[in-house]
């Protein structure tokens, strides 16, 4: 059997889950053993889905470390890995052995935060991938394709009043054009 690594990468709100859940999907109707791992810190809407902000969900399993996904994925044809920038470096080592031992695996995750910089092991997995999809969100201030996720503040929303922080997708120039403000 053949392995090999996929990345699905781009801002907040640029369809990586979407994009997880359609390859994912298209394998289970090819009948092929599909698991879906998330790291265990993201409890954002369901603890034990993986879910895009169109609502669409797959069932998937909350794992603390990276490793864990070694043993709980033997026997899978197809290996999903949401939310990937949470975990450490050694994802890259477990994406790989996975590949190696035949299993076709699916990354997705923020390739920058919300600075602008690479996020945690996806620039790792982005050079050791047979395969790149860099998916682009509009940006909310210009229609543009939008790459960042610019962090705003909630704190004058009293309908936001329990999320800590959020985002918004923004291209270049009004990711700059934001940062410059703050
Ligand atoms: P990601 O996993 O990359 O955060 P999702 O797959 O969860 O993205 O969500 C993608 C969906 O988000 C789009 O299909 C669209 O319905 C919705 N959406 C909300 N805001 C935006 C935006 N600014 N640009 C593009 N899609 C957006
Ligand atoms: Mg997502």
Redesign the pocket.
Known sequence: RRGWIEVVC??????????LIRRLNRAKIARQRVEIFKPALDKRYHELDV????ANSIRSTPVALAQEILLLASGCDVVGIDEAQFFDESLVEVCSQLANRGTRVIV?GLDMDYTGKPFGPMPALMAVAEFVTK?H????CCGEL?AYSFRIAASEDKILLGETDSY??RCRPCFLEGMKEK
Request: charged share 15%; with cysteine.
């Open positions: 781009g801002s907040m709100f640029s369809g990586k889950t979407e994009e879910v895009s902000h169109n997705a998916v969100a509009v940006c909310v939008a918004e997708a």
